[in-house]
């Protein structure tokens, strides 16, 4: 066997058995006789010329190569998946396919607003997915995400292959429907104890405006906690409570019967593109990260 040739179909049978850890379990999930899948794990080693395995109380533990052979076996599928993805973006279509995931707490008119930028600069189909930052970040790294939209960066535990860029920043002032405009007069102190509806999905505006209540002297009501700003919006629009919105989000059809109370000093909301590292970057996602400003 010419050893400047790997042998994929090997790689992938040590791949599954490293993953089951024994002969028995690899050659179930594989539908191969265990026989067969043995032999085959022996080719596989004679051709590296290093032992992948030792085998101890009827387990199999990967030697030192074996764990090497795993590190680089793991990244070749992975980059194999991801070469599969990026090109049946654009099959059955001439559009580039581009998917995006956005948390539940990012205002709509931002989504929007990336959506026609992603038109503007190509023809594409886009695809866009609403859900947590934990499930959102799974699904990038996964590369079944090209991109996502959240509130925050990420922590610095999270960083290897991930990449945070702010693109946007907007003050934030309190809203409500016209019975609570007259609040804006001895703005903020008029604000103790008035219904509030606040967002329990962006934790970093939630402690900020805590924060500016507790310095002020003001105590709050907070009678609803919601993920969705179109809900936070909806039910502000029907008196239920104040909301703390973005500028840039108060001029949508959720927010038309909204009025101004006051603005929150110093306070702001932040909108973060995340990517994950690719060898085929999506050229559309590409385009987005670099020049898409809110």
Not at 33 to 58: N, Y
Not at 105 to 110: G, H, L, V
Not at 121 to 137: D, T
Request: proline content about 3%; overall charge neutral.
């Amino acid at each position: 066997m010419d050893k400047q040739w790997l042998n994929y179909h090997h790689l992938y049978y040590f791949t599954v058995i490293a993953q089951e850890g024994a002969i028995a379990k690899a050659a179930k999930r594989l539908r191969l006789g265990q026989p067969t899948l043995s032999t085959q794990l022996k080719q596989f080693e004679d051709h590296l010329g290093f032992p992948l395995f030792d085998r101890k109380k009827k387990r199999l533990h990967l030697t030192q190569a074996g764990a090497i052979a795993l590190d680089y076996a793991n990244e070749i599928f992975k980059l194999g998946s991801e070469m599969m993805d990026t090109l049946n973006d654009g099959r059955r279509s001439d559009r580039m396919r581009i998917q995006i995931g956005c948390m539940d707490s990012i205002p709509k008119d931002y989504v929007l607003q990336l959506i026609q930028a992603a038109q503007g600069f190509q023809s594409c189909q886009i695809s866009c997915i609403e859900g947590s930052s934990e499930h959102l970040l799974e699904e990038l790294k996964a590369h079944r995400l090209d991109l996502l939209l959240t509130n925050h960066p990420l922590s610095q535990t999270k960083l290897e292959g991930i990449f945070s860029k702010r693109v946007g920043q907007a003050p934030i002032a309190l809203y409500g429907d016209k019975k609570f405009q007259k609040l804006s007069k001895n703005f903020p102190q008029s604000l103790n104890g008035q219904p509030f509806i606040l967002s329990n999905h962006n934790i970093g505006l939630r402690r900020s405006i805590e924060l500016y209540f507790n310095q002020v002297g003001v105590e709050i009501d907070v009678i609803a906690e919601v993920q969705d700003t179109s809900l936070q919006k909806l039910m502000s629009s029907h008196g239920l409570g104040i909301v703390p919105l973005a500028d840039k989000t108060v001029e949508s059809s959720a927010a038309k019967d909204l009025f101004a109370i006051g603005e929150l000093p110093g306070i702001f909301e932040e909108v973060w593109m995340i990517v994950a590292d690719r060898r085929l970057q999506n050229p559309v996602a590409e385009f987005l990260l670099k020049e898409f400003q809110l």
